[in-house]
């Protein structure tokens, strides 16, 4: 019985991971392609970067990545952490506010910004980090719940309560470094989702490195599709610095205190 | 290495309620500069609820919390300077041993080297001074334990405060980490309150032992005392084993048992002549002679359970059916075969009656 049970759990793991790595591997020997698909290269990804532009709208989308991060994670951990320590009354509200995003038109959600953002936000580019946040609510809530949900929290918190730690101490020095890798998950989403965004942008007129490739897609779409390539890589990037950084910032302290 | 900071607790008046349940009623308790006191009692009896009103981990709650004379109780856990060790394992699970030590430090903004060199310091006391740069993950359920216990002395608390924290270990790690903790708060001196369920484990700690039983403390007294000399039935029944023999008031300080005549406990003096109720006894105040007649004070041996030392033989009366336990010298119990008729002698000189 268990041995039926595993085989279909790697039956199920291999074709959902076919599902998404096919068309990852398809883009990028697309990408590659060269005179008519005869032979494979870098000058799509060359072209592409010779462009006007790229350094600029790569900038802009890569900061607002940055910024939306940040964000989410000053939003998000601080609340999720009081719902698991003794908001839970909150927590269906919390929770039912984190997916409405979900079932709202990005459309509606752009007219509605449009109407009632204050100016001074809606005159720079960086108001579409705000949005981010909130479009990428349902699944950092999902990760950083998760990863909450997995440790002892209170006991945790209540021994750095109680060694004089503050509320922002505890969270900076306890709890996230031991959710590490819900944080990180977190983080890569609100990235990829940022890098990735295309609707909000167009409708709030704003260029960032998608509508960017949009626009290139129109004369060279080999080179849209190795710039997509481009934006993927770019957001692994991210995620890996933010994963392995504290690692290493670890490893030299604990090298330190053997020497 | 003894600590500077030997302060005084007084707690007041504290009352608390979780709904409708009242988790602690009038409840009083002073703590002489380094004394330990261990609050003793049954799960859901309030000893938990007051060392975390203490430590300010629970707040709401009503009465006074004074400290070296000043009342603080509307400052912050963070800011309450105590030392406390949780029965769930509570270590950073990312921090080294040596940093988990030193946290309280760190957030005091201490200094890295006075931090490690104090860190060291402590985990030399605990005995675990080489097993700094371990993670929590790789130490046995003890050894985290002795961290936790550095990491709540690293700060020169106030106070100590240990809740259960030797709940979750095995019996023989228990007994020894139980003698190691005196043996450092003796040394430290820190004025400690350790909250525990087991009656050998705070009779064997404890300067004090404060019974407690729905929210009240029941009594607090030196361990002795509070075995030896109960304050009321309930402190008896509680702790150690308790026998259950019907008596008689004969006189305003004396009752009746199984035609003996023994002294009222003088709490209890002036009680009505001619009241009945169960005097209570310990079973190591009773003793057995076998017999072949037949009285109120009859019995047949029903089992003997070896106990090393001691041996505690349960005998049925033959009057009401009853059972008593005596516990003699392992020796002497020899004789009292299973089945045969024994009379039962007591040698209590006071007894508190239930009425």
């Known amino acids: 019985m268990k041995r039926k049970l595993n085989y279909v759990n790697y039956l199920v793991l291999l074709v959902a991971s076919a599902f998404f790595i096919f068309p990852i591997i398809a883009a990028a020997e697309f990408s590659l392609r060269a005179n008519g698909a005869t032979t494979h290269n870098f000058s799509n990804f060359q072209w592409a970067i010779q462009q006007d532009g790229f350094k600029t709208n790569l900038g802009v989308s890569f900061r607002l990545a940055i910024l939306t991060a940040v964000a989410v994670l000053v939003l998000m951990v601080p609340t999720i952490v009081y719902l698991h320590l003794g908001g839970a009354r909150w927590k269906r509200l919390i929770e039912f506010i984190c997916l409405v995003p979900l079932v709202v038109p990005v459309i509606s959600f752009a007219l509605g910004v449009a109407t009632a953002f204050p100016v001074f936000l809606q005159s720079t580019v960086y108001e579409l980090s705000f949005l981010y946040v909130i479009i990428s609510m349902p699944y950092t809530y999902r990760a950083l719940d998760v990863g909450l949900s997995s440790i002892p929290l209170l006991t945790l918190v209540e021994a750095s309560r109680a060694s004089g730690a503050s509320m922002r101490q505890t969270l900076l020095f306890v709890i996230v470094p031991t959710i590490r890798s819900a944080v990180n998950g977190a983080i890569f989403l609100a990235v990829a989702l940022s890098l990735g965004e295309f609707t909000l942008a167009v409708i709030l007129h704003w260029d960032t490195f998608p509508t960017w490739i949009a626009n290139i897609s129109q004369g060279h779409i080999l080179a849209a599709i190795a710039l997509s390539v481009l934006s993927l890589v770019g957001a692994w990037l991210v995620v890996l610095v933010f994963a392995i950084l504290p690692k290493s910032f670890r490893t030299n302290k604990t090298q330190e205190a053997a020497a | 290495m003894t600590t500077e900071n030997r302060v005084s607790v007084q707690l007041k008046g504290l009352r608390k ?20 006191v261990a609050l003793l009692g049954p799960s859901g009896c309030g000893k938990t609820t007051a060392l975390r009103i203490l430590a300010g981990l629970d707040t709401d709650h009503q009465g006074q919390i004074i400290i070296n004379g000043k009342d603080i109780a ?282």
Do not use: W
């Not at chain 2, 309620?17 to 330990?36: H, Q, S």
């Not at chain 2, 856990?77 to 309280?104: C, D, H, W």
């Not at chain 2, 050998?200 to 700690?205: G, Q, R, T």
């Open chain 2, 17 to 36: 309620v979780y709904g409708d349940a009242v988790a602690l009623e009038n409840f009083n308790l002073e703590l002489a500069p380094g004394e330990l």
């Open chain 2, 74 to 355: 509307g400052v912050p856990a963070n800011k309450r300077n105590m030392g406390m060790v949780f029965q769930a394992y509570s270590l950073f699970p990312t921090m080294t041993v040596i940093e988990n030590v030193g946290y309280g430090l760190r957030v005091r903004k201490v200094d890295r080297e006075k931090r490690r060199a104090r860190a060291q310091e402590l985990l030399e006391l605990v005995g675990l001074g080489s097993m700094g740069n371990r993670l929590a993950h790789q130490l046995s359920g003890g050894q985290q334990q002795r961290v936790a216990l550095a990491r709540a002395l690293a700060i020169q608390p106030n106070v100590l405060l240990l809740d259960e924290p030797l709940s979750a270990l095995d019996a023989q790690v228990r007994t020894q980490l139980r003698d190691e903790i005196k043996r450092i708060q003796v040394e430290v001196g820190t004025t400690t309150l350790f909250v525990t369920h087991d009656q050998e484990e705070a009779m064997a700690i404890a300067d004090r032992v404060g019974v407690m039983r729905h929210g009240v403390l029941e009594q607090c007294a030196p361990p002795q005392e509070v075995y030896l000399n109960p304050s009321n039935v309930k402190v008896a029944k509680f702790v150690g084993a308790m026998n259950l023999l019907p008596a008689e008031i004969v006189s305003a300080t004396e009752l009746k048992v199984f035609g003996h005549t023994i002294a009222l406990r003088a709490s209890e003096a002036g009680a009505p002549t001619g009241k009945t109720g169960m005097a209570l006894i310990r079973p190591e105040q009773l003793s057995l002679k076998l017999t072949e007649g037949r009285g109120p004070a009859t019995a047949t041996v029903a089992t003997r359970t070896f106990l090393g030392p001691l041996t505690r033989i349960a005998v049925r009366m033959i009057a009401d059916n009853s059972v008593l336990y005596v516990s003699m010298p392992s020796s002497q119990a020899l004789q009292f075969v299973e089945g045969s008729t024994v009379e039962i002698e007591i040698h209590a000189k006071s007894v508190l009656l239930d009425a």
